[in-house]
């Protein structure tokens, strides 16, 4: 099955390897260190599972994918994961010893990861990544010249949108509103309650009954951090609210109305990648997808973006995400 993948070079792994100076068993404790520190899970990150990945026997899923890239500070395709994406860079991240750190690498790293928030129609992209990094920089120093914003982070199930959301909360230090742990212990017992599945997301009692309600009470949390005139992150799919210019357009207003920006932002991410992260997480809420993909594919719109001027972050082949766990590393290196 790993053969066939497009572009993978697994003699790439040993390469990067060997030029750190690693046994694979050396290799594999790093790897479980590093899961650990990121939150992530490798099943087995023993010799035998790395040779494996190294001899192309075994294709490393999206977990695994990660961690190589923070050991060995590098992208999927600088390791042989898969071919770049068009304006992806990889020329950056050249194999270096991992106890050199060069000054001001964790800047760097975080600019690299913003630079895949892009322009979706009508949003200035550059003046956004300037408000995040800004953010970031003043968070320990006080003061920020902008605005509160609220963000919105959309996209379809396994796209990267949490993980994306999570990040920018990390940076800015703004507060994260995510609907899943959010409204999950009310969505839930209420579904129960009408006889419907409580992991149920596709059936006409949860999108016409539960579901309103759901996003009312998330959106009720972003109203009262406006209030507040504090900036948050929020992260659902959004699927019909952030392609409702009318539903957009009020939340807009209100915004404006207390002196806060809004800024929304689509994960834009493959058929085939969405999957493996979906089937990674192994979530009860995604039983129904997995076991009908092919039904679920037809109910989703790869090319929908939102009605009104947005961000873009592409991660395909799950390109952003990387790039924002090395920039996590980097900020912990730093601090330490």
Known sequence: MGRKRAGWRPDRLREHREAHGLTLEEAGERLRLL?????????????????????????????????????????????GFRPALPGEETAQFEVTPLPEQSNGSHVIAVERALTRIADGGGFDSYSWQQRVMEAWKRRRTGGDPHKPCVVLVGGFAGSGKTEFARFLTQLTGWPLVDKDPLTRPLVEPLLTALGAQPHDRHTEIYREKVRPAEYAALMQVVYSNVACGISSVVTAPFIAELTNEEWMQRLINKCAAQGVDVAPIWLRCDVESMHEYVSARGAARDTWKLERWNEYLKTIDLDLRPAVPHLVVDNRLGAAISLADQARQAIRAMSR
């Open 35 to 79: 899961a650990e520190e990121s939150g992530l899970e490798v099943p087995a990150a023993n010799p035998q599972t790395l040779s494996m990945h190294e001899t192309g026997e075994s294709y490393p899923g999206p977990p695994y994918r990660r961690v190589y890239c923070l050991l060995y500070r590098a992208t999927e395709p600088s390791l």
